[in-house]
């Protein structure tokens, strides 16, 4: 099964224009405030005393003026998005080799977050990471994804030994040495799953999800080869009319720093936030445009 690479050059179609319901829910206020950082490890990637709770995306990105930021669940994957380290203001997108993403007018900050030393973490696989990087945080045994193939493949079989080795369009099991399921060990079994998966597999994953019920954590997602993937990170609401507008990030071809997108179609104001309209056929993001009915949630 061939490696595949999935945020490949869009064509004309493509060119653009959680936890369980009784956990408590935690509000953010439209301007940021006083914030407590998360408990130490939960940014697992971060060498230690790194994390500042200034550089995060909800201390970056207040809402638009009328919006108020939608409530999340404590310890949700929302919440945790939401509180995202971020590289410092004007801080330019890399590609996995340093060299400079050739196009730097996309973004609006840069997650602070290592893309690899390999051309893997593209855009699917930067949904991936972020999705494992939550899971990893509160369970390392919760952490599983399938293959292009449609084979499972979880984190706690890989570091227990039960490894995978792929011949041809076969996935075939693989002793390897058993390991502790530490964070270096599951950015190893990432770099293997990047590999072998993409958007087709990870649209699979999802559940379809109207654009006027968008949440944190929800995937803008066009399956294939092209195919492309964005992340919502967070969502505010106009209470008046129950409009939202989202935060998206992306990785893309060749692999890169993870990056929030500004909204370069906008001038009434949004700044970096997107509104998702549910009457237009089209959603359009600096680098793709998707389709109304590509919204998909992680179960």
Wanted: hydrophobic share 40%.
């Amino acid at each position: 099964m061939p490696l595949l690479l999935s945020c490949t050059s869009p064509g004309t179609d493509s060119v653009a224009g959680g936890l369980p319901a009784e956990q408590p829910l935690v509000a953010v206020a439209d301007a940021p405030a006083p914030l407590v950082p998360p408990a130490p490890g939960v940014y697992a990637w971060l060498p230690t005393g790194r994390y500042r709770a200034s550089q995060t995306v909800v201390a970056r990105f207040a809402p638009p003026a009328g919006y108020k930021r939608m409530a999340v669940a404590a310890g949700s994957f929302g919440q945790w998005l939401r509180y995202l380290p971020l590289l410092p203001a004007g801080t330019p997108v890399k590609l996995y080799n340093g060299q400079p993403k050739d196009r730097q007018d996309v973004h609006a900050a840069v997650l602070d977050m290592d893309v690899g030393q390999r051309d893997l973490q593209q855009c699917a696989d930067a949904v991936i990471r972020l999705r494992a990087e939550y899971l990893f945080s509160q369970n390392p045994d919760q952490v599983h994804f399938h293959l292009t193939s449609g084979d499972d493949i979880g984190f706690r079989d890989w570091y227990s030994g039960r490894g995978f080795r792929v011949q041809g369009d076969a996935v075939l099991p693989a002793a390897r040495h058993a390991e502790a399921p530490s964070h270096a060990n599951f950015r190893r079994y990432l770099d293997q799953i990047f590999t072998y998966a993409g958007t087709l597999s990870l649209s699979k994953e999802l559940q379809p999800t109207p654009l006027a019920q968008v949440q944190a954590g929800d995937v803008l997602i066009r399956g294939g080869s092209p195919g492309h993937a964005v992340l919502v990170l967070d969502v505010a609401e106009q209470p008046a009319t129950g409009r939202r507008v989202v935060l998206l990030a992306q990785s893309y071809m060749p692999a890169q720093q993870m990056h929030v997108l500004t909204n370069l179609y906008d001038d009434s104001g949004l700044g970096a936030w997107f509104y998702l309209d549910p009457q237009q056929e089209r959603v359009g993001t600096p680098e793709w445009t998707f389709r109304n009915t590509e919204l998909g949630r992680f179960e």
